[in-house]
């Protein structure tokens, strides 16, 4: 390994994880763990920009590429998480509760250097693309257009949904219209196409075939552990259509929906 490749890889874990405590005392004075959502995709962002920072040469095509898909990305679902935030959400709440008093330095650990973590280790395609000088190509094109369709995928999802919350009249109601009626989780979909995108272009950079770690670990969070079965825990019991909603849309993928009985 070269040592500007080390200084990338040492600089971006250092930031990204004095960002997270820097975070986290934040939280601690609003007693607010889930602002650590918002920083979720920015994450990235700063990851990918802190690759590029530290090259030596100019800005290559991919880098422009890539800097401008993620921070886009990372603008938009940031300043959605923003938009929607209104005090602590029930998750971190609920943590918070168990863990009583030791909470504020146990979600120093458990969320906030947790998601860090997690955001160095998925992040490596971002920081690959953005350091690299090789010229783009048709796998590079590929990627490209793979994670803008996500990304716009996410978007309309996000946004059918919070204009179908703002109707009074939908109160408590199912989400099973657009893209909704194809999938119930639309946006996460999009979120998971895009990283196979961002994976494309790591790979286009640097053909290292064990870059496709991350894409795997964001689908699994989001189908596993953070997105779709973590949301689908509870909601039953709060939202009894919801059982006939899981019976004729597809969880994930999109699909044409089952006829209703």
Known sequence: MTDAFCHMTALSLALVLAAATALWLASLRLR?????????APGFALMAWTAAGVTQHALSARAVLV???VSLWAARLGLHIVLRHAGEDRR????????????????????????????WLISWPLRMAAASQAPLDALDMAGAVLASAGLLLEAVADWQLTRFRRL????????????????????????AVLWWGFFLLGVGAVP???????????????????????????????RPDYADYIRRTSAFVPWPPRLKA
Do not use: C
Not at 92 to 119: D, E, K, P, T
Not at 217 to 227: N, P
């Open 168 to 191: 009074a009249g939908n109160a408590g109601k199912v989400m099973d219209r657009g893209l909704w009626s194809w999938s119930r989780h639309p946006n996460y979909f999009g979120d």
């Open 208 to 238: 290292a075939w064990w870059l496709v770690a991350s894409p795997l670990a964001m689908t699994l969070l989001l189908l596993r552990v953070s997105g779709v079965s973590l949301l689908e825990e509870t909601i039953v019991a709060r």
């Open 32 to 40: 607010d763990a889930s602002i650590v959502d918002i920083f979720w």
């Open 92 to 119: 971190y709440a609920a943590m918070r509760a168990a863990h009583g008093r030791r909470w504020w330095w146990w979600s120093l650990f458990q969320v906030f250097l947790l998601q860090a973590v997690l955001i």
């Open 67 to 69: 800097l401008a898909l």
